[in-house]
């Protein structure tokens, strides 16, 4: 089996900072991609950021300029850095991982349990 393990969400005033980091630990061969997304009450949940193993990465356009994905190939862990915050940032973040188990690199989805993020005004 995989484990994500999010941490680092909290609450902030506007206009500051937060970092996420997510591990990946278990069954693992290969990490294709990490990224992380989140969902405010209410609302679907949205990608915010993903990376690749290769650093090619992509964000939502809500996320430019102000975030950045990172990922320590490693350790099998991606970071999150959000400056800037803002309240409509408020949601529940969750870490995605798309791991192959074994060299036969089928991929599949894995999701951490979530971390909430507050940003109050």
């Known amino acids: 089996q995989v484990q994500l393990v999010e941490s680092g969400g909290g609450l902030v005033q506007a206009g500051g900072s937060l970092r996420l980091s997510c591990a990946a630990s278990g069954s693992i061969f290969s990490i294709n991609a990490m990224g992380w997304y989140r969902q405010a009450p209410a609302k679907q949940r949205e990608l915010v950021a993903v990376?690749?193993?290769?650093?090619?990465?992509n964000y939502a356009d809500s996320a430019k300029g102000r975030f950045t994905i990172s990922m320590d190939n490693a350790k099998n862990t991606v970071y999150l850095q959000m400056n800037s915050l803002k309240p409509e940032d408020t949601a529940v973040y969750y870490c995605n991982a798309d791991v192959a188990r074994s060299r036969v690199l089928t991929f599949y989805k894995y999701w951490g349990q979530g971390t909430q993020v507050t940003v109050s005004s």
């Open positions: 990376i690749s193993s290769g650093g090619s990465t």
